[in-house]
């Protein structure tokens, strides 16, 4: 198998990051012990029929409990990083005012244990779980989120800054905001176009203001960035008004959210053409928003084939299906050079300090065969070609220090609920028992051959 070979051809930086990565309300569970205030995807998931089997993150992966078990297995797949997210309304079960110990008591547990196995956190402030009380108040449109974010940020980064050392401010702040703000699919669950313009805004002014904060606590040590989900688009075919629809999708995904934290603007194409649904921007935002970061984080899964398609309101297209491409289960087609597209791109047009890929993975029907492994042959595939893609765009220039693979096991997959793996861990349903997969099997030796060979220079 061409996977197995890979493992004594590439040959990536020696101070080059792997690791995995899972988030907190994917993972934890424990989703009302010790403390801890709802979120907004509790209240999305215990609605029926917003969740995939109406499953919820109530148990999860029970990581909450078993998170000595998950690092041990972390240590045996020979991670060098872990990239987590800390559950807000864990910390600060109303949003704001009181905090609760209980629950940064369990990050403690969890650092101490990462630090101790030799594998470096990378924490993330904010994954989607907004608490539940700040949603009452208006969520993410309502500006004063932003001012409650930023006092979390500093809650959290006092507690952690002396160990973590690897930081992102918000994830995939485009998901948060047309995700859960536009097509209603995600929590909180919304479906208006102005209101998700508006919690764009407001995530990236968060995002600035939690850098500016966390800069002026810090040391030199920690790095500061945020995560992006990046999509190369293409249009459909050779027509002008393909073209166009391409064009707008790439300022709609891409550019709306990379221009003002690396130009200090939003893109005055995709200003026109939103029109008055354009959000509310004060004086300093734009300031404030493009704040210097340590790295950016890149979230990549695919490829987007767009056509002009008027009747959808918001940005005037729709993707289409590539005819003789493969695809997973998530159905989204495999396209490993999309991300040496994005990262040159990035290098050209937007020269980011550092880059990390944060999340790659992909979602395959993994189940044990007769002898009790789980052969996912199709995802050692689908990490070899990306990887050989991440190693061409460092030969070209591209300042790529780490990779992080998605997911670290099976877990909560959001409005899919427990429908779809991507983990290098097998999680059985029944029995939260863990196994390795055979994937997290080459992952562990491609580590390893990588650090020998590092030793070896």
């Known amino acids: 198998m061409k996977a197995e070979r890979l493992v004594t051809s590439l040959r990536f930086p020696e101070d080059f990051l792997w690791g995995s990565a899972a988030s907190a309300y994917q993972i934890e569970g424990a989703h009302n012990e010790d ?8 209240q999305f998931s215990h609605t029926p029929g917003n969740v995939a089997n109406n499953d919820t993150g109530d148990v999860a992966c029970d990581h909450y409990h078993r998170y000595r078990e998950d690092v041990e297995l972390m240590a045996f797949l020979s991670l060098q990083a872990y990239r987590f997210s800390i559950s807000w309304p864990r910390v600060l079960p109303q949003g704001k005012g009181e905090v609760n110990q209980a629950g940064l008591d369990f990050y403690h547990r969890l650092v101490d244990e990462l630090l101790d196995a030799g ?12 608490p539940q009380t700040l949603q009452d108040e208006g969520g993410w449109a309502n500006r004063d989120t932003v001012k409650n974010f930023q006092d979390y940020a500093s809650i959290v ?15 995939e702040p485009w998901v948060i905001s047309f995700g859960g703000h536009y097509y209603g699919l995600l929590a909180p669950g919304m479906k208006d176009a102005e209101t998700a313009l508006q919690v764009s805004h407001h995530l990236l002014l968060a995002h600035g203001q939690a850098v500016q904060t966390l800069r002026e606590m810090g040391d030199k040590r920690c790095k ?27 300022g709609y995904m891409n550019r709306w959210f990379l221009d003002p934290i690396f130009a200090g603007n939003y ?25 210097g970061i340590d790295y950016l984080g890149v979230n990549y899964y ?20 590539v005819e003789g491409s493969e695809y997973t289960e998530t159905n989204w087609e495999v396209f490993p050079q999309g991300l040496y597209e994005i990262l040159i791109r990035l290098m050209n047009e937007y020269q980011p300090p550092a880059i990390y890929i944060t999340e790659n993975g992909a979602n395959f029907p993994d189940e044990a065969d007769e002898t009790g492994q789980i052969n996912d042959v199709k995802r050692i595939e689908f990490l070899q070609d990306h990887f050989l893609q991440a190693h061409r765009a460092i030969e070209e220039g591209v300042p790529l220090l780490g990779y992080f693979v998605w997911s ?18 097998y999680v059985n349903r029944e029995t939260l028992e863990r196994k390795v997969k055979r994937s997290g099997l080459w992952y562990k030796q491609f580590i390893q051959q990588q650090m020998f060979m590092g030793e070896a220079q």
């Open 119 to 130: 594998i470096a956190p990378m924490a993330t402030l904010y994954m989607w779980d907004l």
């Open 267 to 291: 893109p005055e194409d995709m200003l026109t053409w939103f029109g008055d649904k354009v959000p509310a921007i004060e004086p300093g935002d734009i300031e404030t928003i493009s704040t």
């Open 408 to 425: 670290v096991m099976d877990l909560f997959e959001w409005d899919s609920g427990y429908s779809h793996r991507y983990g290098l861990i």
């Open 224 to 250: 500061i960035g945020i995560v992006l989900n990046l999509t190369p688009i293409h249009p459909a075919s050779e027509g002008a008004e393909d073209h166009e629809a391409a064009s707008r999708a790439d």
């Open 157 to 171: 980064y006092q507690a952690f800054g002396d160990r973590v050392h690897l930081w992102s401010t918000i994830n």
């Open 35 to 42: 403390g801890k205030g709802d979120s907004i995807w509790d």
């Open 302 to 321: 695919t490829r987007l084939v767009v056509e002009a398609f008027p009747s959808e309101t918001l940005i005037g297209l729709r993707p289409i299906p």
